[in-house]
């Protein structure tokens, strides 16, 4: 792994930016979260009904197994249309939906091959389809796991996020040893997600007062990466040997954590702060939009630095 230092931002300046990405993030997750979340119709996420809000809970972790490495409209557009397909019984008995039905409203929604959904040009001959069972299988067991131990998934999460914090839930779903199949890597950004959504929810929106939205996680996705990179807020960038300058954002995810954490701001409102100046069209691979920028006056622009696309020799201007 290639590494480079550069100069960064004074802890004034990063934590003042910090607190810039804070306010950023929530006021516009705020705007948007229900439609992120892809909640659809048939449930109604802001009730105070412990039962519907286990059906919520379920419905997301479904919908975050499904949104791994696929394209965020389709995955929107597949989670609402399995969930008002098959209603209550993929909450309860998902193990009692036929395959052939299931896998014909994937192809309904990803095309008949399911490249509309996942591209998986690089992963030697697995199908869309093979990684939509793998992950609709992870929910399954489960769903049928909590059933045998007779559970509800939302006690489970209020246990671990009242007592301990977002890790404690992190924990257990990405090493539960049924969902473990369905999760990608060794420190699943999807979870992280799952468990920042599920605080969102019990402390914001259904007021679980013991439940602290401080606990959330930093997701820290190649753009999320990026804006810390190119800010400045990272003195010591790693990135790819071979195609220089995407960065490593995985590597770099528990220093940027650290150092939200230790400023006070809260990790999932930083996350989708730096987000959304990647989303709303501002820090882009190509051709940033630093003039426009609301962070402009503070960022480094190390624009060399990019998520996902191989920067050339005229790309690279700073
Ligand atoms: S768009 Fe430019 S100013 Fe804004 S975060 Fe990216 S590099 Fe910095």
Known sequence: MAKETQGSLSVTERNSLLRTLETLGR???????????AVPRSLNPHTKDKSEQEKILRYLLMRVLINQ????????????????TYGDTLIYEPYNISEVNLFETFRESAGRKGSELYKVGALGGIKPLSLFAYRIKAYEGFVRQLEVEKKEFLDLALDRLKNNSGYSLFKFLSEHPVLECGWVGNDPKACRMLVDWIIFLCREIWGYELVR????LMIVDGHVGKVFCRTGLLSEVLYENTRPYIIQASKMRSQIENMVRSSGAIP??????????????????????????????????????????KMTREMETV
């Open 27 to 37: 006021e516009t997750w705020f705007q948007q979260w229900k439609e992120h979340m």
């Open 268 to 309: 999932f409102y930083v996350d989708n702060g730096a987000f959304y100046l990647f989303e709303d069209g501002f820090c882009l691979d190509v051709g940033p939009r630093c003039e426009e920028c609301p962070i402009s006056k503070t960022c480094k622009k190390y624009i060399k630095w990019t998520a996902y696309q």
């Open 213 to 216: 939205i401080e606990d959330t």
């Open 69 to 84: 490495q696929a394209s965020f409209e389709k995955v929107r557009q597949l989670s609402q249309r399995i969930a008002e």
